[in-house]
């Protein structure tokens, strides 16, 4: 075999493995580091040099990047003569052999990145419709112009996405931040609008809705409920005598004592002013009277002295009033007839629990 076909033989086996690529890892790095070097000499990435320089970096036929080397140590650049000389050396053999080679390689390569993007998304599905249209562009061309344009496209569409799902994971976590702290505060107000600050029991707000409920369960099956109304009785002598300071005190005392002598399910609110109710669920009124005594008792043994001075408040008595609810009665009804057996309790000399009629 003459020199001159033994050249033409190596040149045409080294063509014919110019994209005997291993795998699309190996692709789209040869993508990255042409595109970079194009960039560092000023070259636009047009086919031409897109595929002198791609087969540059893949480092396949060792006479193209010697005579590359020579021409850039020489001038510094590549022009445009120097390489459609070195395209129509070593790649008009090719020809379509090379631009499918190149298409293959490049929709790997996307199908790689995407693939990536979907797993770093949480598994999720990509619905851009852009990127899917510039899939099926670049599947379907055969032009070395169009196949880089889409490339680019695509980079271009899948990098705007990534950007996109950090900015949305930022936000998603900061929405999520700002949803528990709106959801503590609602509790919170929740909690405020049904407590009275002094006492820290449950207030008239609260005490409505609680005995709407009671009212809506009863079915005439079990024992019903019944209601408490307590008075602390001459709470306006304590006011006038101690101050006001002192009177929150009592109230303060008193709420504590209650809530001590009261069941879980038991209902204990400050029903206004000096007076305080309990909704006693499942409870006859012989039972309730019983509660009220006992309350009533306890609170009579409780002996209260000023902070400062220790001096003796006397004994502190509440007068209490009892009703047991009855079915279909009208709330009106029910709380006036707790509050006018509360009222007879006052009148009878105070310190005493009287049942309603």
Same mark, same amino acid.
């Given at each position: 075999?003459?020199?001159?076909n033994?050249?033409?033989?190596?040149e045409?086996? &080294?063509?014919?493995?110019? #994209?005997?690529?291993? &795998?699309?890892d190996?692709?789209?790095?040869?993508?990255?580091?042409?595109?970079?070097l194009?960039?560092?000499?000023?070259?636009?990435?047009?086919?031409?040099?897109?595929?002198?320089?791609?087969?540059?970096i893949?480092?396949?036929?060792?006479?193209?990047?010697? !005579?590359?080397? *020579?021409?850039?140590?020489q001038?510094?650049?590549l022009?445009?003569e120097?390489?459609?000389?070195?395209? %129509?050396?070593?790649?008009?053999?090719?020809?379509?052999?090379?631009?499918e080679?190149?298409?293959? +390689?490049?929709?790997?390569?996307?199908a790689?990145?995407?693939?990536?993007l979907?797993?770093?998304?949480?598994?999720?599905?990509l619905?851009? +419709?852009?990127?899917?249209k %510039?899939?099926?562009r670049?599947?379907?061309?055969?032009?070395?112009?169009?196949?880089?344009?889409a490339a680019?496209?695509?980079?271009?569409? =899948?990098? %705007? #996405?990534?950007?996109?799902?950090? %900015?949305?994971? &930022?936000?998603?976590?900061? =929405?999520? @931040? !700002?949803?528990?702290?709106?959801?503590?505060?609602?509790?919170?107000?929740?909690r405020?609008?049904?407590? *009275?600050?002094?006492?820290?029991?449950?207030? /008239?707000r609260?005490?409505? /809705?609680?005995?709407n409920?009671?009212m809506?369960?009863? *079915?005439?099956?079990?024992?019903?409920?019944c209601?408490?109304?307590?008075?602390?009785?001459?709470?306006?002598?304590?006011?006038?005598?101690?101050?006001?300071?002192?009177?929150?005190?009592?109230l &303060? +005392?008193?709420?504590?004592?209650?809530?001590?002598? =009261?069941?879980?399910?038991?209902?204990l609110? /400050?029903?206004?002013?000096? @007076?305080f109710?309990? $909704?006693?669920?499942g409870?006859?009124?012989?039972?309730?009277?019983t509660?009220? +005594?006992n309350?009533?008792?306890? $609170?009579?043994?409780?002996?209260? /002295?000023?902070?400062?001075?220790?001096?003796?408040?006397?004994?502190?008595t509440?007068?209490?009033?009892?009703?047991?609810?009855r079915?279909?009665?009208?709330?009106?009804?029910?709380i006036g007839?707790?509050?006018?057996?509360?009222?007879?309790?006052?009148?009878?000399?105070r310190?005493?629990?009287?049942?309603?009629?």
């Open positions: 075999m003459s020199d001159l033994a050249e033409k033989h190596v045409e086996k &080294s063509s014919s493995l110019m #994209f005997d690529v291993e &795998s699309a190996q692709a789209a790095e040869h993508l990255r580091q042409a595109l970079s194009l960039g560092k000499l000023s070259v636009a990435p047009a086919p031409l040099y897109y595929t002198l320089f791609y087969n540059y893949a480092g396949k036929n060792v006479r193209l990047n010697k !005579e590359v080397d *020579d021409l850039l140590k001038h510094g650049a022009d445009k120097d390489a459609i000389a070195l395209f %129509q050396r070593f790649f008009s053999v090719a020809g379509e052999t090379l631009i080679d190149i298409r293959k +390689e490049l929709v790997a390569m996307v790689q990145v995407i693939g990536a979907v797993d770093v998304a949480g598994k999720t599905s619905t851009n +419709e852009a990127v899917a %510039q899939i099926d670049l599947a379907e061309t055969q032009k070395p112009s169009e196949i880089l344009a680019a496209s695509i980079l271009g569409e =899948t990098r %705007q #996405f990534v950007v996109f799902s950090h %900015q949305f994971e &930022s936000e998603l976590t900061s =929405t999520a @931040e !700002e949803m528990s702290k709106l959801k503590q505060e609602l509790t919170n107000a929740r405020e609008a049904a407590i *009275d600050s002094l006492t820290g029991l449950h207030n /008239r609260a005490f409505d /809705r609680r005995l409920e009671l809506a369960e009863i *079915d005439g099956l079990d024992d019903g409920f209601l408490l109304l307590l008075d602390i009785d001459h709470f306006k002598r304590i006011n006038d005598a101690h101050g006001h300071m002192v009177g929150d005190k009592v &303060s +005392e008193f709420s504590k004592q209650i809530s001590k002598l =009261t069941r879980r399910s038991d209902f609110a /400050r029903y206004g002013g000096e @007076e109710a309990i $909704l006693l669920p409870t006859r009124i012989t039972n309730a009277f509660v009220a +005594e309350i009533r008792g306890t $609170l009579e043994m409780v002996r209260l /002295r000023r902070s400062g001075s220790k001096e003796s408040l006397g004994a502190v509440v007068s209490v009033g009892v009703a047991c609810y079915i279909g009665e009208p709330i009106e009804e029910f007839r707790c509050d006018k057996a509360l009222y007879r309790a006052k009148r009878l000399g310190n005493r629990t009287v049942l309603g009629d």
